[in-house]
T-cell receptor, first 113, second 113 residues
């Protein structure tokens, strides 16, 4: 596979469930990002990892927990989510200059019941 | 200061027309202005980008016009096609490790056949 892949593509979960989103990049990039995309809102940056070290946490609630075991993989662990957390969660990666051109995955459409 | 204001929210244009999407920013330190294109079910992808040392950049049918004094930039799509129907996001950043990229809210463009 090439580019940035995300699994699952769709996820429905209850508020008491625990689930994880997975992102993998095959581009040799050294930075990875989690974004939340809600209708009629700008893309909201959640987390940034550069060289596997977290460099930014944009005041995200603790019910979202990121993990970056290596430069190719990024996870977002979810627990006790709220219905307002329903959104498209996008993973992205970039190379070289942090915040340079970002390559996005297709996203995971999350619905919290 | 950190916002990027994008308009219109949605746009319908006849095939062959020239849709124009506008963005405005406040932070004069921004020096990198990309446009991303997002098709349904896909993540955003970089379309074209400009730096403030030029007033216009063309790539194929896509043109960015940049007005540094007005702190505005816009995307023009020449000879628009139904396949251009997508959501377009403008963004801005300092291209600096300490500043993140800021996205506009997006414009949903529909090109009528």
């Amino acid at each position: 596979e090439t580019g940035v892949t995300q699994t699952p593509r769709h996820l429905v979960m209850g508020m008491t469930n625990k689930k994880s989103l997975k992102c993998e990049q095959h581009l040799g990039h050294n930075a990875m990002y989690w974004y939340k995309q809600s209708a009629k809102k700008p893309l909201e940056l959640m987390f940034v990892y550069s060289l596997e070290e977290r460099v930014e946490n944009n005041s995200v609630p603790s019910r979202f927990s990121p993990e970056c075991p290596n430069s190719s993989h990024l996870f977002l662990h979810l627990h006790t989510l709220q219905p307002e957390d329903s959104a498209l969660y996008l993973c992205a990666s970039s190379q070289g200059n942090l915040w340079g051109e970002q390559f996005f995955g297709p996203g995971t459409r999350l619905t919290v019941l | 200061q950190q916002q990027v204001k994008q308009s219109p929210q949605s746009l319908i244009v006849q095939k062959g027309g020239i849709p124009i999407i506008n963005c405005a920013y406040e932070n004069t330190a921004f020096d990198y202005f990309p446009w991303y294109q997002q098709f349904p079910g896909k993540g955003p992808a970089l379309l074209i980008a400009i730096r403030p040392d030029v007033s216009e950049k063309k790539e194929g049918r896509f043109t960015i016009s940049f007005n540094k004094s007005a702190k505005q930039f816009s995307l023009h799509i020449m000879d628009s096609q139904p396949g251009d129907s997508a959501t377009y996001f403008c963004a801005a950043s300092r291209g600096n490790r300490d500043d993140k990229i800021i996205f506009g809210k997006g414009t949903r463009l529909h090109i009528l056949p």
